[in-house]
């Protein structure tokens, strides 16, 4: 069960923990939305399509060029419904399954030459596998009371 009360040796925060629920939903919903969000914008506003379109065809993407367009939109979409709180159980799944793609597409550490390349895309890898455990937790718990779906719910 998902809110479970820790066993009594660990069970001090507990309370603070049921208080805060929502509060503590929504920072880790901006946290992880934001991630998403500002990789997207950075590709939209920053290095843009040329820039994504380079890095695509250097990871031998085939079509680099069509695949650049959904990965920004992506991220900027599941970022921002993340973050508002909109359709977040979807928002949540659909960015565990991207970030499955772009992990595998982009942070392939095992084919770098050792070195710090090598380190960047594996803390690159691991950072990636760490925002999917996030987002399972937003699959099972939902957005909480300060979310679009809570305001949607009670309409």
């Known amino acids: 069960m998902a809110n479970e009360p820790s066993p009594s040796m660990f069970a001090a925060t507990d309370g603070y923990a049921a208080q805060f629920s929502d509060a503590i939903l929504l920072v880790g919903r901006i946290l992880l939305g934001w991630v998403m969000f500002i990789t997207g914008w950075g590709k939209v ?10 890095y695509f ?11 650049v367009y959904p ?17 977040t159980r979807y928002a ?28 960047n895309q594996f803390n690159h890898f691991i950072k990636n596998l760490s925002i999917m455990g996030g987002m399972l937790g937003y699959l099972l718990l939902g957005a909480g009371r300060f979310s679009v779906d809570n305001w949607l719910r009670n309409r």
Do not use: D, K, Q
């Not at 506003?45 to 380079?54: D, E, N, Q, S």
């Not at 065809?57 to 695949?67: M, V």
């Open 71 to 87: 990965s920004m939109y992506a991220e900027l979409i599941l970022g921002a419904a993340l973050i508002l709180g909109v359709a």
């Open 57 to 67: 065809t250097a990871l031998g993407i085939p079509n680099p060029g069509f695949w």
């Open 45 to 54: 506003f920053g290095t843009g399509f040329a820039g994504g379109v380079a």
């Open 92 to 119: 949540a799944i659909g960015s565990f399954l991207y970030l499955i793609v772009a992990t595998a597409l982009a942070h392939r550490y095992w084919e770098v030459a050792p070195g710090p390349a090598a380190g």
